[in-house]
């Protein structure tokens, strides 16, 4: 009896002793995650295919990204509670929003917009969507209580600038350095996180292969914001050379 004790004592003991496992995270658009689990028609999200650099028996990757929310739906909706209530210290949070904030803020068909920038500007609108009054902060607000909310929870946020839209001029593609990209990296570099300049990542090498390779490879006919799997997993590829230069690339391969 004292043996059998004293082995159910042990097991306890290094059950308890364990190192968790953490989870990393990611939070977005459907630039992360298009559809479900594979992808909408030809069309994927990054996210799909970051797992694939990771060692799992050390870091589980769980993509909880949504296509259509903006970094103000994905908390009304209460995609980011859901996420928030399972982070647990050790964790990680990669984001990447920008793509949906641009949008109107009290529109009828879906009410994401934000305001732009970074401040603490305000504005209560009617959401014809919820029926209810409603106070719409900035993108960067947004943005800055998913990680003030991550780091409370032991988490380390880790912010991404948008990939770049399948637009171009004069030969180059269009960044979005001086809006959302920009705004994604003051927030971050305000908060104390890592960021991870992924617009210019995927945008140069995008100048380098030029207009015609770029739009027939890694974008289909539908729109210009979607990519086909060839751009999923180009993008994928660019956030893990991001990863290289933080903590969490202890977690690669």
Known sequence: MYKLLLTVITAAF????????????????????????????????????????????????????????????????????????????????????????????????????????????????????????????????????????????????IVCSPIPRNVWKDGKVARNNQDYGLWAKQVAEREGVDFIDLNTLIADIYDQEGEAKVAGTYFGSKDHTHTLEAGAKLNAGEVIEGIKKLRLKKYLK
């Open 14 to 157: 290094l059950m308890s002793a364990a190192p968790h496992k953490p989870t990393l995270y990611l939070i977005g658009d459907s630039t992360v995650k298009n559809g479900k689990d594979k992808g909408d028609g030809d069309l994927w999200g990054w996210g799909h295919f970051i797992g694939d650099y990771f060692d799992t028996t050390k870091i589980t990757v769980v993509n909880r990204a949504l296509g259509g929310t903006s970094s103000r739906t994905y908390r009304t909706k209460g995609l980011w509670d859901s996420v928030l209530s399972k982070i647990q210290a050790g964790d990680y949070v990669i984001m990447q929003f920008g793509h949906n904030d641009g949008a109107p803020l009290d529109d009828t068909a879906r009410a994401r917009g934000t305001i732009k920038g970074i401040g603490d500007e305000q504005k209560e609108i009617y959401n014809p969507i919820t029926r209810q009054q409603e106070i719409v902060h900035s993108y960067g607000w947004y943005l800055a209580q998913i990680i003030k909310e991550a780091k409370a929870k032991g988490a380390t946020p």
